[in-house]
């Protein structure tokens, strides 16, 4: 989870934290909500049947969430 959360995307179209989390969890995150919850409002779980790397790759083009909150540096 740390790893995600450090490397947290923002995706500009929609205005929305994207993260790719390889989870065994049921319902997913269930272990994490508790705290992702204080944070994130209307989490929605997209479940795919990819690799984490590939995951990863799908969202590189978007630029840190953690650099827009800081203003875009």
Known sequence: MT????NVRFDPDTGEAVWIEEDYCSP???MEREVLDQYFTGL???EEDVTETEGWERIEKYPLLWDE?????
């Open 44 to 46: 929605v779980i997209v």
């Open 69 to 73: 909150l800081k203003g875009g540096v």
């Open 3 to 6: 790893k995600s959360l450090n």
């Open 28 to 30: 997913p995150l269930a």
